[in-house]
């Protein structure tokens, strides 16, 4: 026995070194995974890391001082590509509140998409807030912004809204391609898309014009931030074309305020006051260069509430909170609106693969068709109250505001484990507002940033909305009932009947539901209600900011992002935003340098 104990154990041990040698590289190829975007973008650094005293430099060791040419706040889908452009010739300053997106695999997988979506602690990506609507919604808190939370959907704005928009066309198709080289691929379609998209055609919402970005009427499938492995590109990763000597970027830098100098005619920005992830403040200056600006670049819900924490917006609201006026504009925070979306959910015999959206159609009738599927029936799902929070994953909840406690949402948690997983097996088709006519507006609840403010965007206060969305739920039913929908659903009255109800269960909203559903289409509507997280406004054109997005009565303050839309770009805004953020900084440094511009 010894012998044969003898003769095995250098064996053993020759497996656990092994083992352990493997276990090692493991967890050493993790580490540089997660340490590699350190390498590639060396000019982001932690706000902590801040010192607004002359010694401060850049990731590449030139010092800039404690002055820059442009401070950006908001390091999201305009704000990258902003930064990224105007470093060419400038020095800038990017401070982004949330992290980076590099090593976050609810960020970069697609498969995690809406794990992103439920995750609401404080470090996630996705900071989660309530309308007044009643319908749950949330905003992006990391480098790169709305680009690593959203569905990857990538499709240009219409000719008339450029036209509309004011902006130059040679310009516009400059930089759009600019950002689609980058960080744009074509989608491999996925079979529930191919049949949304049959099922379209074959209800008339044709031509077909097959693969394009461009806004047509009729059926298409669009670009996406996802490559043909899952992963996700981002808003962020355009920084790979800034100058990394005139660049810094600082993450977990929360901007509290802008600060302004008062003593001439007009305002004037001079830089900002920000906090680091440690709590501890900072102020960063602007240059006294002419031309120098701080740019708000921080969202639809974060640009109006930093203007107002800032002191421009209607001053009897800016008094009530003891908020020292700048300047007096009551359009601020007004103009909210969001697109409304009602979706139908469509169950199978089977496992569906999971696919967000890629195909659409772009109806004469005032709607988008989209579709996604195979989100629900992950374990993850089925076994997790996501539902509560993410707007898009097949989970079945209906708990109205009033009776949305801890412990509903305990005892929800513990019914949905016991149903059949069988029941979360299928997709959705997804049935969105164009345009919007109904709005509403956004109001500070305080004077602490970190505080999401109030937003009420009065979903279907305006009749023509809801019209439209009759109109929408109209052409579902039909792509249901399509041959190409038999396979996951056999939609006589009686499995209609049946299908919007399980859809009423399905979405995520906090009206209240009434039993009714399926007697009117309009009251299915409302009771079904919920975000593809389009939300614009609030800082609008014309009433916030010039058509060159400096706001009005201000010197050196510009916003440059969504929170300057009447109405929202195209079937998904996120091509147009990043479009915006490369168009306005080539604009600027032409407008700044002329031909020495060089771009």
């Not at 009729?218 to 355009?238: E, I």
Request: proline letters at 4%.
């Amino acid at each position: 026995m010894a012998v044969v104990i003898g003769a095995v154990l250098p064996v053993i041990v020759k497996l656990f070194l092994l083992l352990l040698c493997l276990n090692f590289n493991s967890s050493l190829t993790q580490a540089r995974k997660w340490e590699s975007w350190k390498d590639k973008y060396p000019f982001i650094k932690s706000a902590s890391s801040f010192s607004s005293s002359n010694a401060w430099s850049s990731g590449s060791g030139s010092s800039k001082g404690h002055s820059y040419d442009y401070i950006i706040v908001g390091g999201g889908t305009a704000g990258c590509p902003l930064a990224a452009t105007l470093s060419q010739k400038f020095n800038v300053l990017l401070l982004e509140r949330g992290g980076v997106p590099f090593a976050n695999a609810n960020v970069s997988l697609m498969q995690n998409f809406h794990i992103s979506l439920a995750d609401t602690s404080p470090a996630s990506a996705s900071q989660f807030f309530a309308s007044t609507d009643g319908v749950f919604n949330a905003r992006a808190r990391v480098l790169g912004g709305g680009t690593c939370i959203n569905a990857g959907f990538y499709s240009r704005a219409s000719e008339s809204y450029i036209k509309k928009a004011g902006w130059d066309s040679k310009l516009v198709n400059e930089s759009f391609p600019w950002i689609e080289k980058q960080i744009v691929h074509r989608p491999i379609l996925a079979p529930w898309q191919k049949a949304v998209s049959d099922g379209l055609l074959e209800v008339g919402i044709s031509p077909y014009n097959g693969f394009t970005y461009d806004h047509i009427y009729g059926t298409k499938f669009g670009g996406t931030l996802f490559d043909r492995f899952g992963h996700r590109k981002t808003a962020a990763d355009l920084l790979t074309s800034a100058n990394p000597e005139k660049l810094d970027v600082l993450v977990h830098a929360i901007v509290q305020k802008i600060e302004f100098d008062t003593s001439g005619r007009k305002p004037r920005a001079v830089g900002v006051v920000f906090k680091d992830e440690k709590g501890n403040q900072h102020k960063a200056f602007l240059s006294k260069r002419k031309g120098s600006e701080v740019i708000v670049s921080s969202g639809a819900i974060g640009s109006p509430q930093i203007l107002l924490l800032s002191g421009i917006g209607p001053k009897a609201e800016l008094k009530k909170l003891n908020i020292s006026v700048v300047l007096d504009n009551k359009f601020v925070g007004k103009g909210m609106s969001d697109n409304p979306l009602n979706t139908i959910f469509v169950p199978t015999n089977r496992p569906v693969q999971q696919s967000l959206i890629q195909t659409v159609g772009i109806t004469k009738m005032g709607v988008y068709i989209e579709a996604s599927s195979g989100y629900g029936e992950t374990e993850d799902s089925i076994h997790c109250h996501h539902g509560i929070v993410s707007a898009e994953i097949g989970q079945l909840s209906a708990i109205p505001p009033k009776q949305r406690t801890l412990e509903a949402i305990e005892v929800y948690k513990r019914i949905k484990k016991h149903v059949p997983q069988e029941a979360f097996r299928g997709g959705f088709i997804l049935e969105k507002i164009a345009t919007p006519l109904s709005t509403g507006h956004i109001s500070l609840k305080s004077t602490k940033i970190d505080d999401s403010p109030s937003v009420t965007f009065n979903y279907f206060s305006h009749p023509r909305d809801l019209k439209r969305c009759v109109d929408g739920i109209r052409i579902v039913e039909k792509i249901v009932k399509s041959k190409h929908f038999t396979t996951y659903a056999q939609c006589d009255k009686e499995t209609l009947d049946k299908l919007l109800n399980m859809s009423v269960q399905a979405n995520i909203n906090l009206i209240p539901k009434h039993t009714n559903d399926t007697e009117s289409l309009e009251q299915f509507c409302k009771d079904t209600v919920t975000t593809i997280w389009h939300y614009h406004g609030g800082c609008q054109v014309g009433k916030v900011v010039t058509p060159d997005y400096r706001v009005i009565n201000v010197n050196r303050l510009r916003v440059i992002d969504g929170s300057t839309f009447n109405e929202s770009p195209g079937t998904n805004p996120q091509a147009t935003v990043l479009m915006m953020g490369r168009y306005m900084g080539v604009k600027i440094l032409r407008e700044r340098l002329g031909r020495a511009a060089g771009l």
